[in-house]
C-alpha cells in the first residue's frame, strides 16, 4: 500500500481564513480523494481529485468553497475557504490502489474557532 | 450518496469473545465492500474487503460474510483482543465509478480483559 502524508496534521484557525491541506504519496497513483469526517461520525465524500482535470464534487460540496488541486501524481491540496466553525472536522485524503483498494492518510484537524 | 447502514453503534466484547458487526445496502450496483479500522487520532485503515463473487472472506481473525440476495454483509473478529479496540467502518463502493466509497456510519468496538 502507498504511504501516505498529510500537512499540516492539524490547526487551529479564525473564522472567515482559508487553510490549505496538502497530501503527498510516495508513489504515484491515479486516483486521489479527499474526505471530510466530523467528530465522532463517518466519514463523507468531497470530491475526487484527477491529475491534469477539474476535480469532481460531491453533492453538497462547492468548488468554491473547497477548491483542490492535483499538480502531478504524487501531490494534491484541498482547501478550505472562508471557514466557519461548521467547517470544523477531520479532512483525510486517500488514494486508490489497485484493483480497487482505497488507503488513507492520517488526517488534518481542523479546529475553526 | 447511497447510504449503507450499520449497526450496532458501539459494541462491548470480553477478551477472547467475538465481535460481530452487521452493514446493509440499497445500491445494488455496489461490487466492493471493505471494513477499515480506525483508532483515535489515526486514518482509518484497510482492515479487510470482498466482492461479490463469492460468500465469505477469511483474512486472520478477521472474517467478511457477504450475503448478496439480501444486500447484507457483516465482519466477524474471532478471539477479540484488547489491541481490537477501534472504530470499525464498512463501506461499499462501484468500481466503475473509479473506487467512490460510501461509509457506513461506524462502530466503536471495546474489548475489555
Known amino acids: 500500500s502507498a504511504v501516505i502524508s498529510q500537512k499540516p496534521s492539524r490547526d487551529i484557525c479564525q473564522r472567515g481564513t482559508s487553510l490549505t491541506i496538502q497530501c503527498q504519496v510516495d508513489s504515484q497513483v491515479t486516483m486521489m480523494f479527499w474526505y471530510r469526517q466530523q467528530p465522532g461520525q463517518s466519514l463523507t465524500l468531497i470530491a475526487t481529485?484527477?491529475?491534469?482535470?477539474?476535480?469532481?464534487?460531491e453533492s453538497g460540496f462547492v468548488i468554491d468553497k473547497f477548491p483542490i488541486s492535483r499538480p502531478n501524481l504524487t501531490f494534491s491540496t484541498l482547501t478550505v475557504s472562508n471557514m466557519s466553525p461548521e467547517d470544523s472536522s477531520i479532512y483525510l485524503c486517500?488514494?486508490?490502489?489497485?484493483?480497487?483498494?482505497?488507503?488513507f492518510g492520517p488526517g488534518t484537524r481542523l479546529t475553526v474557532t | 450518496q447511497q447510504q449503507v447502514k450499520q449497526s450496532p453503534q458501539s459494541l462491548i466484547v470480553q477478551k477472547g469473545g467475538i465481535s460481530i458487526i452487521n452493514c446493509a445496502y440499497e445500491?445494488?450496483?455496489?461490487?466492493?465492500f471493505p471494513w477499515y479500522q480506525q483508532f483515535p487520532g489515526k486514518g482509518p485503515a484497510l482492515l479487510i474487503a470482498?466482492?461479490?463473487?463469492?460468500s465469505e472472506k477469511k483474512e486472520g481473525r478477521f472474517t467478511i460474510s457477504f450475503n448478496k440476495s439480501a444486500k447484507q454483509f457483516s465482519l466477524h473478529i474471532m478471539d477479540s483482543q484488547p489491541g481490537d479496540s477501534a472504530t470499525y467502518f464498512c463501506?461499499?463502493?462501484?468500481?466503475?465509478?473509479?473506487?467512490?466509497?460510501?461509509f457506513g456510519t461506524g462502530t466503536r468496538l471495546q474489548v475489555t480483559l
Open positions: 470482498i466482492r461479490p463473487d463469492v
Open positions: 481529485a484527477n491529475q491534469g482535470s477539474e476535480a469532481t464534487y
Open positions: 463501506a461499499a463502493g462501484t468500481a466503475g465509478t473509479a473506487s467512490k466509497l460510501t
Open positions: 445500491n445494488t450496483a455496489f461490487d466492493y
Open positions: 486517500s488514494v486508490g490502489g489497485f484493483p480497487y483498494e482505497q488507503y
